[in-house]
């Protein structure tokens, strides 16, 4: 399980687990410290993908149903012992929703809550969009695509650095571009309360249609930032102290 997950404040008596799912690109350096910043009750893995960190020698998972797969064969465990809540940001948000369907469809488990980041509902015009799209082959032209996705990249100085970021995001945005979700008007996948959350200085996203997905309560929050906003500290003590309460809210 440590190849998949880095949780770097162990806390084996927590009444629930938040796994977490970075954006395109990402690792588990941001993420993972959260672990640190909830109070005992809530135990916080962060999800690492092969191609990247310690998994940099592996090769990156070729679609959606590879993660997914991974993900629940290795914690079906533990996802099934103890309440769980899935955070996701950007391309992370499309990867925890097809895990909590995947779970929900063939387990019967789903998250206490889902608390979702800067991405367009999946069964909108404005996804179906980035879906349809074509990822380009030149670095300049995919930068700029990634802009159209939501991402503010800032490129590094360092050819290396900079080479692996685009070969990393790349993969994920191939992953991306495999996830399909047909929604129709009986099908409410789940039960469990949604929050949405996004940057105000962030390009728009197709978000009402997260409503459609649970019948439970869906709530929106903007914050002060761009499509990174999460990683502001007085975004990130927000984004703390409001997972906490909604967690300890649900009757766990």
């Given at each position: 399980?440590?190849k998949?997950?880095?949780?770097v404040?162990?806390?084996p008596?927590?009444?629930c687990?938040?796994?977490c799912?970075?954006?395109?690109g990402?690792g588990?350096s941001?993420?993972a410290?959260?672990g640190r ?8 893995f962060c999800?690492?993908?092969p191609g ?9 998972a070729?679609d959606?149903a590879s ?5 629940t ?5 533990e ?5 769980f809540?899935?955070?996701g940001?950007?391309v992370?948000?499309y990867?925890?929703?097809a895990?909590?369907?995947?779970l929900?469809?063939n387990?019967g488990?789903?998250?206490?809550h889902?608390?979702l980041s800067?991405a367009?509902?999946?069964n909108?015009?404005g996804?179906?969009t980035l879906?349809?799209g074509?990822i380009?082959d030149?670095d300049?032209?995919?930068?700029a695509?990634m ?6 990249y800032e490129v ?8 692996n970021?685009?070969?990393t ?9 495999s ?6 008007e009986?099908?409410?996948?789940f039960s469990c309360?949604?929050?949405?959350f996004y940057g ?13 997905l649970?019948c439970?309560?869906?709530?929106f ?7 990174f906003?999460?990683?502001k500290?007085?975004n990130e003590?927000f984004l703390i102290?409001?997972?906490t309460?909604c967690i ?5």
């Amino acid at each position: 399980m440590e190849k998949l997950v880095a949780c770097v404040q162990k806390r084996p008596d927590a009444l629930c687990r938040l796994i977490c799912f970075p954006w395109a690109g990402g690792g588990t350096s941001q993420l993972a410290q959260w672990g640190r910043l909830f109070n005992d009750s809530i135990e916080v893995f962060c999800i690492r993908l092969p191609g990247r960190e310690g998994r940099h020698e592996e090769p990156f998972a070729k679609d959606m149903a590879s993660v997914v797969n991974e993900v629940t064969s290795v914690l079906l465990k533990e996802l099934k012992e103890k309440p769980f809540a899935f955070f996701g940001h950007s391309v992370g948000t499309y990867m925890s929703l097809a895990v909590a369907l995947h779970l929900k469809e063939n387990y019967g488990l789903e998250p206490v809550h889902l608390f979702l980041s800067s991405a367009h509902a999946p069964n909108s015009a404005g996804h179906l969009t980035l879906k349809n799209g074509t990822i380009p082959d030149d670095d300049e032209d995919f930068l700029a695509c990634m802009e159209i996705f939501g991402g503010n990249y800032e490129v590094p100085q360092d050819e290396e650095i900079r080479k692996n970021m685009l070969v990393t995001c790349r993969a994920d945005a191939i992953v991306f571009q495999s996830f399909s979700f047909e929604k129709t008007e009986k099908n409410i996948p789940f039960s469990c309360d949604v929050t949405y959350f996004y940057g105000s200085d962030d390009k728009m996203y197709d978000a009402q249609g997260w409503r459609e997905l649970t019948c439970g309560d869906t709530s929106f929050y903007q914050l002060p930032g761009d499509h990174f906003f999460l990683l502001k500290p007085s975004n990130e003590s927000f984004l703390i102290k409001h997972i906490t309460r909604c967690i300890e809210n649900a009757g766990l």
